[in-house]
Each structure stands twice: as structure tokens, then as C-alpha cells.
């Protein structure tokens, strides 16, 4: 069983169009990220949610808005896509404050 | 804010040789993780150690080991009996146990050599 998932693992888009990457994750955290990757290997948060509530808000446009259903699942909707968008999402879990994050396989965004 | 730093873009060694890759971090936190995660051509993020802060003792895993220096804020990782498996990009990170933000460093390119 995989702990956390990501779909789609790969996405070919044109620019200007709208696409959605979900996450779930059945360990039983109460806590879930969104990281990019960018095309240096750079890790950066975007956003992170506790318990269907956000608590991390980076300076990302207002392009990508995050969902969180419920406290498994949390979604990244991107609007408008840009050139620059193009990297790989990754999407992790964790219980609060416990430091070890888990990692979903990443879902590489190629905008053409 | 806190901030990781990873001086060494690449390196290589020898199959069965050993490593040391090098992190250091700045932070006015007193507790705190540090991890080394990972990365193989496959793209999963892999955690490979994993340090309290509040513990003096240095974390090892079969042939991972850190040093870890408190006061200096220095967290190197040591990989003996190199690997070709063990090829992969490594990131330091730290994390508060008071936050929820896991900081990365910019990684190093390992390559073990045949």
C-alpha cells in the first residue's frame, strides 16, 4: 500500500490551460504540504494544511489554489499555466511537530 | 527564518569508499530535527537519518552516520562502504519541533563510482 500518493505522476499541459494534481495519504497524519521542485532540485514549501485548516501559506501566485477535503486528501488546483510552472510537485504528510515528513513519488508539470 | 546551507553541488567516490557530505544551518531555535532525505534518479524522497537536537549522541543507520555539532550548527553526513545504489541527490533539512516548515538545503549530487 502506498502511504502517499499522488495522481498523475506525469503532466504535458499548453500554457494558459487549468489542471489539478491530488494527493492522499492513509497514514493517519493530521498534517500535509505541497512542495515544488524546481528544474535546480530546489525544494521549496508552497502550502500546508493541519487538519483541513491552512498554516502555510508561501508567497505563491494566486494561481495555485490548495483543497483540502478532509485531513487524507489534499489537492492543488493551478489555474492560467505558465512556462514557469513547469517543475515537480511533491506532496508529503506528517503528524504536527514530530519533524519526519513522508513523501509522495512527485508529479512532474511540463508547460509547453 | 531559518536557513540551510550545502556547500558541495557534486561529489564522487569510490565503490567502498567513504563520504562525508557537509551541512550547516542557521537558526535561533534550541529544539529542533535535522534529517538527510534522499533523492534517486527515480525522484522518491527517501529519508536516511534522522537527529534530535536535544540528543548529544549522533544518529546512525547501518552505514550512515552524522556528526553533528550543536554550537557550531554543523550536520554532516558519512556514508561508508559506498554504494552504486547509494547514487542519488542528498538534502539536508531542519525543521522546529515548535514549526511546521520542513527547510531544505540545495542538495548534493552524489555519484559512486564503479
Known amino acids: 500500500d502506498t502511504a502517499v500518493s499522488q495522481t498523475p505522476k506525469y503532466l504535458v499541459t499548453q500554457m494558459g490551460n487549468d489542471k489539478s494534481i491530488k494527493c492522499e495519504q492513509n497514514?493517519?497524519?493530521?498534517?500535509m504540504y505541497w512542495y515544488k521542485q524546481d528544474s535546480k532540485k530546489f525544494l521549496k514549501i508552497m502550502f500546508s494544511y493541519n487538519n483541513k485548516e491552512l498554516i502555510i501559506n508561501e508567497t505563491v501566485p494566486n494561481r495555485f489554489s490548495p483543497k483540502s477535503p478532509d485531513k487524507a486528501h489534499l489537492n492543488l488546483h493551478i489555474n492560467s499555466l505558465e512556462l514557469g510552472d513547469s517543475a515537480v510537485y511533491f506532496c508529503a504528510s506528517s503528524l504536527l511537530n514530530t519533524g519526519e515528513l513522508f513523501f509522495g513519488e512527485g508529479s512532474r508539470l511540463t508547460v509547453l | 527564518a531559518q536557513t540551510v546551507t550545502q556547500s558541495q553541488p557534486e561529489m564522487s567516490v569510490q565503490e567502498a569508499e567513504t563520504v562525508t557530505l557537509s551541512c550547516t544551518y542557521d537558526?535561533?531555535?534550541?529544539?529542533?530535527?535535522l534529517f538527510w532525505y534522499k533523492q534517486p534518479p527515480s525522484r522518491q524522497m527517501i529519508l536516511v537519518i534522522r537527529q534530535e537536537a536535544y540528543k548529544q549522541q549522533n544518529a546512525t543507520e547501518n552505514r550512515f552516520s552524522v556528526n553533528f555539532q550543536k554550537a557550531a550548527k554543523s550536520f554532516s553526513l558519512k556514508i561508508s562502504d559506498s554504494q552504486l545504489g547509494d547514487t542519488a541527490m542528498y538534502f539536508c533539512?531542519?525543521?522546529?519541533?515548535?514549526?511546521?516548515?520542513?527547510?531544505f538545503g540545495e542538495g548534493t549530487q552524489l555519484t559512486v563510482n564503479p
Open positions: 497514514l493517519g497524519h493530521d498534517t
Open positions: 537558526t535561533s531555535e534550541n529544539n529542533y530535527y
Open positions: 533539512a531542519f525543521i522546529a519541533t515548535s514549526g511546521s516548515r520542513l527547510t
